[in-house]
């Protein structure tokens, strides 16, 4: 009988600790999280929707069907939000904006051509999007108050080949790459050895990765072309963003030496509410000149030097 008793209550953790590893967890603005069973989330309205995308040199065009994310979120009263963080099981993470959410139609996909998907499948879907945007294996979504990143006190300026930065020719754990490691990148520029670290690509996509959680012994490969590349054994491969032209950990930051003429798009995409379109910048890398940000909105502009740093004022 007592054998009897371990077995049922052996059954009945397992049964709980599997109803909690595939639940979805839900987490308001200081408060403790709500969860949904796949079990609950498959008895939803789904609406039909197909995804267009190229992956291992080929052309792909799927057929899902899912919650649509929007409106599930305004029935279960998720409205009291500036963005959403979305977490996968393997540490995947994105953030939406609630303002780039209204642009982008969302899905909690559920099933793949007409048939129920594993729960460790299950995946947030922005069908318009990249498909870096998509969460597989989506674990927990946070409703989180708009933190905007304050503009820098300094900024370097990040040339193709860097003074200040070892470039290294054998970037461990990746193989035949060349560049620098973020480790360096930490205690040379950014002078500490954790926070959130923001990056920027060239064409405006924008990432907030914490350092050492997400970036401990991640690179940024340096390309035949130049463009900066980054590559993290501790993230999906989904995250590494490409081209990056900008990177920014608290009072610190360093951009690539072509793009000072987009500061003003940064201003923008990156809401810097410190720092005016009628402010100034200092050069300062030999003397101090005070400057109008203004002078820098035109490709022609160079009045930096590369691997010199700026001050925003």
């Known amino acids: 009988m007592r ?3 371990t077995i049922c209550s052996l059954v009945i953790v397992l049964l709980l600790s599997s109803s909690f590893v595939y639940a979805l967890e839900v987490y308001r603005i200081n ?14 309205e789904m609406e039909d929707f197909q995804t267009k995308r190229h992956k291992d040199e080929r052309d792909l065009i799927e057929n899902w069907q899912g919650i649509n994310l929007q409106k599930w979120l305004i029935s279960q009263d998720y409205t009291d939000f500036q963005s959403l963080r979305f977490e996968s099981e393997d540490n995947y993470m994105i953030r939406i904006h609630r303002a780039e959410l209204d642009s982008m139609q969302g899905y909690i996909a559920l099933k793949k051509d007409n048939a129920f998907i594993d729960s460790t499948e299950v995946r947030i879907i922005f069908p318009r999007q990249r ?11 946070y409703l989180e108050d708009f933190e905007p990143v304050p503009a820098p006190n300094q900024i370097y300026i990040w040339d193709s080949v860097s003074s200040k930065l070892i470039f290294r020719n054998d970037l461990s754990p990746f193989v035949n790459i060349s560049g620098y490691y973020i480790d360096d990148i930490m205690k040379g520029i950014f002078h500490t050895d954790e926070g959130s670290v923001v990056l920027v690509s060239r064409d405006g996509l924008k990432s907030r990765l914490e350092y050492p959680k997400h970036l401990k012994g991640a690179v940024l490969e340096v ?4 463009a900066l590349n980054l590559k993290s054994p501790l993230v999906p491969a989904g995250m590494w963003l490409k081209d990056i ?4 950990c608290g009072p610190y930051a360093t951009i690539r030496y072509d793009f000072l003429y987009r500061l003003n798009t940064l201003y923008k995409t990156l809401d810097w509410k410190n720092l005016t379109f009628d402010g100034k910048i200092i050069k300062a890398n030999v003397q101090k000149e005070m400057l109008p940000l203004e002078n820098l909105y035109s490709p022609d502009a160079k009045p930096f030097e590369a691997n010199g740093w700026i001050e925003l004022k």
């Open 3 to 5: 054998i009897l008793k």
């Open 31 to 44: 408060s403790t999280p709500d969860f949904y069973s796949i079990e609950q989330l498959r008895q939803l």
């Open 131 to 141: 498909d870096m945007y998509w969460i597989r294996g989506i674990s927990k979504i």
């Open 223 to 226: 390309t035949k072309d130049g």
């Open 245 to 248: 032209v900008y990177l920014q």
